[in-house]
């Protein structure tokens, strides 16, 4: 079976199925991943780069001769994906994952589709008890706060940003408020019923979040830091500041809506709750910040 993939999370779905060896193209977000191109024929080097998640090159998909091209719409403008696959008579999958639930079906969705049913399953097993896991240790983590009497030290309202500017949050309807309940915390915006959408910066003020943690996609990635943040007017007095709570996060380890996740979503857990600091430097070099990226800044 030839299977395409056009980005780097469906990728993700079929390498942790154990199935990388049926990809004959994938995005080039896939292909410049290390982690994932280990898992690519010849580490990448044997699969067709089919450009970008946004922005496909359907000529080279069709001569690839795909069995199956698996897509997404997890990313406004994605829906162009399809309607090229459409016209070009291209057998396709759109793979669910808006949700952490999403993401479970898109696994199984991806596992029927490859003859895959019951390896399918067993991951959507261990999916799930990793996600289980850290909800109990979240709890248990917040007890021993409360008993400790260290209330202080309890995130409690948080909000997730996509991008610095405009600043984009993450709603209601995506993964990132799955990763706030299950650490035990509050989404500062709940009400906002899309996956994400702009905010101004008075908003996340007034609605005064003590947790914030920034994942910037694609080229912002690299100029996420704490300096960046606080030169906005009037951040330095968010609760979030104050609690010296901001976490910078990259993007493919919480941006991507497959099994990975759980492994963004225990780092997310150090950062609430464990070793932060450890945690800081770690996500620091996967991002490959600037050195003093993760710096406070003298007020």
């Known amino acids: 079976m030839r299977v395409v993939s056009l980005c780097p999370s469906n990728t ?31 580490q990448g080097r044997g699969v067709a780069d089919v450009g970008t998640d946004l922005q496909i090159d359907i000529a080279a998909i069709t001569a690839l001769k795909p069995d199956l091209v698996l897509a997404s719409l997890s990313v406004p403008g994605m829906e162009r994906n399809i309607e090229q696959l459409q016209a070009a008579r291209l057998p396709y999958l759109v793979v669910d994952g808006h949700t952490l639930a999403g993401v479970q079906r898109g696994i199984r969705q991806v596992a029927e589709a490859l003859g895959a049913t019951a390896a399918g399953e067993a991951l959507v097993a261990s999916f799930a008890e990793a996600l289980e ?30 991008w610095p500017k405009p600043i984009i949050v993450a709603g209601r309807s995506s993964w990132i408020q799955d990763f706030f309940e299950i650490l035990g915390v509050e989404n500062a915006f709940a009400d906002i019923e899309q996956e994400s959408r702009p905010v101004e910066d008075e908003e996340v003020l007034r609605r005064a979040p003590d947790t914030l943690c920034a994942s910037w996609c694609g080229s912002a990635e690299r100029r996420m830091s704490l300096a960046r943040i606080g030169r906005r007017a009037g951040w330095q007095a968010l609760p979030a500041w104050q609690t010296r709570r901001i976490f910078l996060v990259p993007e493919r380890l919480v941006g991507r809506p497959g099994p990975g ?26 991002a490959r910040l600037a050195p003093d990226a993760t710096v406070w800044p003298q007020v």
């Open 12 to 42: 993700d779905i079929v390498c942790a199925l154990g199935l990388g060896h049926l990809l004959v193209g994938v995005d080039r977000s896939s292909l410049k991943d290390p982690e994932l191109a280990q898992a690519l024929p010849g």
């Open 133 to 162: 896991d850290v909800r109990a240790r979240s709890r248990e983590a917040r007890r021993r706060l409360e008993q400790a009497g260290r209330e202080q030290d309890l995130p409690r309202r948080a909000a997730w940003e996509w």
């Open 261 to 286: 996740l759980a492994r963004g979503l225990r780092e997310l857990y150090e950062l609430f709750y464990g070793d932060r600091a450890a945690a800081m430097e770690r996500l620091a070099a996967a």
